[in-house]
């Protein structure tokens, strides 16, 4: 936290250097250019680690700087931690994430502690800079700025949306909170859920409608796309069900009618995924040449690829794969029952197995036991390669339509009002019709409960950084009722206790600042 919060060395905040060289966040919007430059920084820290400085805050320092990335972080969170992911690496913090073993020192939760912070203390410099120039413009400029401000709040309110997911009761500070004059106080995770949900209302009206902003550039969808995703986890993180809330903003997505479910399931997890508009809502962008970093979907897909080459070539990532991840054998066979050698009539059952002695895993460290996701991949939809064969061009979706329909199904199977029965089951039926590449995949409305709804929704955004949040929702992810490969450290999986669904505030924070209070179950 002394990343975000570090006591300034002169009692004058508004002091300036003496070298004209230097540039500060007080006289760096004298270029008009500098709102949209330093906007792009918000969202790039969705993708790269290697942006040094940045008002006044020093990057986060890891011996593997790939480690520090959002999106690395947040995905080893959600997925490794649960029965779609298993690590080979042996890494002191993978191997506990697994096994349900991790402690208040991993460094895997460490760093994605910190990862969430330092991007919020970007966007709160941000916000608190542009506000107090925003009475000085005028014309366009004016206009420009304050949907940036808008965006800005958005992505403030995302990261804080992943900081209650991941941790619960967490230190909060807004843009009126000045660096180095005060401790962040803790906030309860049901009042930050209040705060969210405030931002993204308040906003709603200065972003840009649905579908009309720059690729990568959040919109109204977004921000219903997100409060769909909340008010459906409301539940576990007020205490208080929100499912009608969760139809409602599912709705608004859906008859915006912009979105359509693209025809091909595994387009949407290649390299020219940059145009599939049509489901992706809001993504995070990658490119080889310009956004070069090794923990975006750079680590998602090398370190899914042993060093065949045959594989890494299909992979398109001819410098080699890391042979890290693959699925467990519980959800391989839960899953897609039937599947023939990483085939299925379920087209998502996008497997590699070549060289892979056996989808059943008896030892997490060695890479040939368990199947492999070929889901994500940096080659185009047409099979040509990405433009670098070692940093992929594959954008990392965090809303796409079908998790709307999705959420919406299950707010209506869980007693929301506002939807019905039958569009819910025509929602998933679309879904499954585009997976069997036609009506042989459709179920009935008997069918369509809560066991289908989880099940489904690991079928359809497995390796997307929901698994966690989905089986905490219903019950899965701690105690007994449903085991996986080495849960709680075990092979054949065993119970683990319920502390695990919040994950522990680091213990150097926790030294830094006397305000905050230790999650039960890790001590202190």
Not at 214 to 235: I, K
Not at 510 to 516: D, E, I, S
Request: with cysteine; proline share 4%.
């Amino acid at each position: 936290m002394m990343v975000m919060f570090t006591v300034s060395c002169t009692k004058d905040l508004n002091t300036k250097p003496i070298d004209p060289l230097v540039t500060t966040s007080g006289d760096v919007f004298d270029n008009p250019a500098a709102y949209k430059q330093f906007l792009a920084k918000l969202y790039a820290s969705l993708a790269v680690t290697g942006q040094k400085g940045g008002f006044g805050a020093p990057e986060i320092q890891a011996s593997d700087e790939g480690t520090t990335a959002f999106i690395r972080e947040l995905w080893a969170a959600e997925e490794v931690t649960t029965d779609e992911c298993i690590n080979a690496w042996g890494d002191g913090g993978l191997v506990e994430y697994h096994g349900g073993i991790w402690s208040d020192n991993n460094l895997y939760v460490q760093l994605m502690y910190e990862r969430f912070f330092i991007n919020i203390a970007y966007c709160n410099e941000y916000i608190r800079d542009v506000n107090a120039k925003l009475g000085s413009l005028t014309g366009q400029l004016k206009t420009d700025a304050t949907q940036y401000v808008a965006e800005a709040r958005f992505l403030r309110a995302y990261f804080y949306y992943c900081a209650m997911n991941e941790f619960g009761n967490v230190p909060f500070a807004t843009e009126t909170d000045l660096p180095g004059t005060f401790t962040p106080k803790q906030i309860a995770r049901a009042d930050l859920f209040k705060y969210i949900e405030s931002e993204l209302l308040a906003i709603q009206p200065t972003l840009a409608a649905p579908g009309t902003n720059e690729y990568a550039r959040a919109d109204q969808a977004a921000d219903w796309a997100l409060l769909s995703r909340m008010y459906l986890n409301a539940l576990v993180y007020t205490g208080t069900q929100r499912y009608n809330d969760c139809i409602t903003y599912s709705n608004k997505v859906i008859s915006s009618n912009k979105y359509t479910l693209h025809p091909k399931y595994q387009e949407l997890f290649l390299a020219d995924n940059n145009l599939d508009r049509d489901e992706i809502i809001l993504p995070v962008a990658e490119d080889g040449v310009n956004t070069q970093d090794y923990g975006d979907v750079t680590f998602i897909i090398h370190a899914g690829v042993g060093g065949s080459e045959d594989a890494t070539n299909e992979f398109g990532i001819a410098t080699g794969g890391w042979a890290g991840n693959r699925m467990t054998n519980t959800f391989v066979n839960r899953l897609f029952p039937g599947h023939k050698n990483g085939t299925a009539a379920d087209q998502r059952a996008i497997f590699y197995t070549k060289n892979q002695d056996t989808s059943a895993i008896t030892s997490p460290t060695i890479f040939t036991q368990g199947y492999l996701s070929a889901k994500w991949k940096n080659v185009t939809s047409k099979g040509a390669p990405g433009s670098n064969n070692n940093f992929v061009d594959t954008d990392f979706p965090l809303f796409r339509l079908s998790e709307i329909y999705l959420n919406y199904a299950e707010a209506v199977l869980r007693g929301g009002s506002g939807g019905d029965a039958g569009t819910a089951l025509s929602l998933v039926n679309q879904i499954r019709e585009r997976a069997y590449g036609g009506p042989s995949g459709d179920i009935t409305a008997n069918q369509l409960d809560l066991n289908f709804m989880i099940d489904e929704r690991g079928r359809e955004l497995y390796w997307e950084a929901f698994r966690r949040t989905d089986l905490i929702r219903f019950g899965l992810f701690t105690g007994g009722t449903y085991l996986w490969d080495f849960k709680g450290n075990v092979q054949a999986g065993v119970a683990t206790d319920s502390h695990l669904n919040l994950f522990p505030l680091p213990a150097s924070d926790l030294l830094l600042n006397k305000n905050l209070k230790q999650n039960p179950g890790y001590g202190n």
